[in-house]
């Protein structure tokens, strides 16, 4: 049997091993086939690494680039940096914005003027003078806008008139009578009590406002006393309280007229005590 050839080779270079079978005249002679890792296998493999491992040093990369991007805000009027802070999910709150944006909005983290931007996700730079310019220039026109618009809306709105009172209700009944005569000679300025005018009622005509006095001398000469207080006729007509009715039976008019009467010849309704 053949012996197989051995063929050294620098251990840098990996060789491959083959039998290849030759047949001369029916003997079979094993010839060792030698062949060298050619180099283009290993830069193949290299290329295959690659491609696995690049797209996730690009994604990696690019979700870096994502988290770390920093988002500008521009502030309205109305807005606080709490407010601010809940719209854009901030971990750390308000403190962690304004911590972020000293530089920006100042030393007071309760007063941020519209106009100024925020940074969110990184720290703010200070605004060029410039820049600071323009955002407090823009800060003053709108506040001077919205006084304005207040001012406008107050001159333009005048404050609405206060509704008129509902008028006042009475009961029909000796209580009620005596409470609007008494509203009645307020506004005429006829002095006189509710106690005054209810004692004179209570002698008079025990509160009967149809009463009638058909037999003393004034129902003799054809006048007699009539209503609430026992008024004559031409007593009712000569002191009747313009806005009353002309009837002398009404309690209301029969009250208010038997007191200006009083009014004018014993100074109120308080002072009658007897026959008037």
């Known amino acids: 049997m053949p012996a197989q050839g051995k ?8 060789l491959s091993r083959g039998i ?10 094993a010839l060792p086939v030698l062949g060298a890792t050619t180099a283009s296998a290993a830069p193949a493999h290299s290329v295959a690494a690659e491609k696995a491992v690049a797209p996730v040093s690009v994604t990696a990369q690019a ?34 914005l304004y911590e972020g944006n000293r530089k920006v ?28 310019g323009k955002a407090s220039k823009a800060a003053a026109r709108t506040a001077t806008t919205e006084r304005a618009d207040r001012s406008e809306r107050t001159t333009a709105a005048p404050a609405a008139a206060p509704a008129a009172a509902a008028p006042a209700t009475y009961t029909n009944d000796l209580d009620g009578w005596i409470k609007e005569s008494l509203a009645v000679m307020a506004q005429h300025g006829i002095p006189g009590s509710y106690e005054g005018i209810h004692r004179n009622i209570i002698r008079e005509s025990s ?15 054809g006048t007699p006393s009539k209503g609430l207080l026992q008024v004559i006729d031409p007593t009712f007509q000569a002191y009747h309280v313009p806005g009353t009715s002309t009837d002398s039976y009404d309690p209301v008019a029969n009250i208010t007229a038997a007191c200006n009467y009083a009014a004018d010849r014993y100074g109120s309704i308080d002072n009658v005590f007897g026959a008037y």
């Open 207 to 221: 509160g009967n406002p149809n009463a009638i006095n058909n037999w003393d001398s004034n129902a003799v000469k």
């Open 7 to 14: 063929h050294r080779r620098p251990k840098s270079v990996s």
């Open 20 to 29: 290849a079978a030759v047949t001369t005249g029916g003997a079979v002679l």
């Open 105 to 132: 909005v100042g030393e007071n983290p309760n007063l941020i003027h519209p106009g100024i931007t925020l940074t969110i996700g990184a720290k703010a730079d200070a605004p060029s003078d410039a820049k600071a």
């Open 63 to 96: 979700n870096s680039v994502t988290k770390a991007a920093p988002v500008k805000h521009s502030v309205v009027s109305g807005e606080t940096l709490s407010k601010i802070a809940r719209e854009h999910s901030v971990s750390g709150g308000w403190k962690e």
